[in-house]
């Protein structure tokens, strides 16, 4: 099982940059890749996939709501995922969670995660 655990978030304005982190811990040796997923506000919200990246070779996707503003990086040696958000908007806010999975290259789809994080808030105003 992997520990995952992030940090970063915060109150933006409209425009501001952000950047969430997120180090991993236990068992990582079989993981395939790390994502980013968010949580809007409102119960029946589902957590919807922001950016991941296959963890052996580093490419990268990105939700086409967030291309071209967000960044998915990575520090392999210390074991922790970075996203990058530029010209942050209100419709990003959200609780953002790490994850990771052993059965997906590219995971995007909630099922194939197999380990979360406990989330961080962001907010952006307006």
């Known amino acids: 099982q992997v520990q995952l655990v992030e940090s970063g978030g915060g109150l933006v304005h409209t425009g501001d940059s952000l950047t969430l982190s997120c180090a991993a811990s236990?068992?990582?040796?079989?993981?395939?890749?790390r994502a980013w997923f968010r949580q809007a506000p409102g119960k029946d919200r589902e957590r919807e996939y922001v950016?991941?990246?296959?963890?052996?070779?580093?490419?990268?996707e990105y939700a086409d709501s967030v291309k071209g503003r967000f960044t998915i990086s990575r520090d392999r040696a210390q074991n922790i995922l970075y996203l990058q958000m530029d010209n942050l908007k209100p419709e990003d806010t959200a609780v953002y969670y790490c994850?990771?999975?052993?059965?997906?290259?590219?995971?995007?789809?909630?099922?194939?995660?197999?380990?979360w994080g406990q989330g961080t808030q962001v907010t952006v105003s307006s």
């Open positions: 994850a990771a999975s052993t059965i997906s290259a590219f995971a995007k789809d909630p099922e194939h995660i197999g380990s």
């Open positions: 236990g068992s990582t040796w079989n993981t395939l890749s």
């Open positions: 950016a991941v990246m296959h963890w052996i070779t580093g490419s990268t």
